[in-house]
């Protein structure tokens, strides 16, 4: 997907550019970390887990380099089904396709999946970058330099940075450290690109961020978002969108009581949408259930997890 404006593609032999792949376990804040890099929202966000599910190239280009980070479904275990086969997939593939890698930790957790993030960075020789966020949480600053220390013997990465906030002046200095390793060389993507994903793929998931965000238990867990209609009529994008569940009393949820739910999710929605889109936007939703969606091959590919 292209900025409002366009132009040719960057050409410098000083240039640099590369993919910069940001894993770590789920919800660990890969994909608000991308935001704030790229200053944009691209990815959606959620204090769930599992919230990022596909692989998404979101691109920052100035004037000496771009930096293509790529968001990737958090590496999990225990869940068997074909959709979680599919986001490791997508996780894993990204440990050998990139030219950096961004590993993000959290201060004072280890988890299973941490542990199979460090079995994939192990295995390659790509350089990293080891974030470790809210390293406010250690109470002294001398407390700060000997943990770092502790967590570089456990981990081989090639720096360590720490992270206390997603600031603009930590996201500056990991830019910095970030093109001590990206190649030299010509721009990947013409400099108006902002993503790879078109603008349908980014609508459906702002819409599932807000069902994401909005609903309890895990529910949101057994729903994905297919857009129907994506029509622009003058100024207006007219945008139809379909919420498929796996079981008729889940829809019952997600529609809510006298449709407040969904009138809910769809005003938020649209607000997103707009914002993106930079236009005004009618979005109609529907709810339909599509039993074992999540575990069928088949009809993740048709909605577009392939």
């Known amino acids: 997907m292209r900025r409002s404006s366009s132009s040719n593609g960057i050409k410098a032999m000083s240039f640099q550019s590369g993919f910069i792949a940001v894993v770590g376990r789920p919800n660990v804040g890969k994909s608000t970390l991308i935001n704030e890099l790229v200053g944009q929202k691209i990815s959606i966000t959620s204090h769930r887990p599992q919230t990022t599910r596909h692989r998404i190239n979101a691109i920052d280009t100035q ?29 894993s593939s990204s440990f050998s396709e990139v030219d ?13 999946e941490d542990e199979r993030v460090l079995e994939h960075v192990n295995k390659t020789d790509i350089p990293v970058i080891l974030c470790v966020n809210k390293i406010d949480k ?3 600053n001398d407390l700060v330099l000997p943990y770092l220390e502790k967590i570089r013997e456990k981990i081989q990465a090639n720096e360590v940075f720490p992270l206390s906030a997603f600031k603009l002046s930590h996201t500056k200095a990991l830019k910095k450290l970030i ?29 599932r961020e ?3 965000r909005n609903l309890s238990n895990e529910i949101p867990y057994e729903l994905t978002v297919e857009i129907e209609k994506f029509d622009l009529d003058g100024r207006m994008y007219r945008i139809a969108a379909r919420i498929f569940v796996d079981k008729s009393s889940q829809k019952s949820i997600v529609i809510g009581h006298k449709g407040q739910m969904l009138k809910k999710i769809g005003e938020e929605s649209r607000l997103s949408i ?12 529907w709810v339909k259930v599509k039993q074992g969606w999540s575990d069928d091959k088949r009809t993740l590919a048709s909605l577009g997890y392939d």
């Open 63 to 91: 004037q000496k380099y771009q930096m293509i980070y790529v968001d990737t479904p958090g590496i999990h275990v225990g869940d068997k089904k074909a959709i979680n086969s599919y986001m490791n997939r997508a996780a």
């Open 100 to 112: 950096i890698i961004l590993w993000l930790v959290e201060v004072g957790k280890w988890t299973k």
């Open 138 to 140: 250690l109470n002294s």
């Open 179 to 207: 093109l001590k390793y990206l190649p030299k060389q010509n721009a990947l993507y013409e400099k108006d690109y902002i993503t790879d994903r078109s603008e349908r793929f980014i609508v459906a998931e702002f819409i």
């Open 210 to 212: 807000k069902l994401m």
């Open 274 to 285: 707009e914002g993106f889109l930079e236009k005004k936007v009618f979005l109609e939703l």
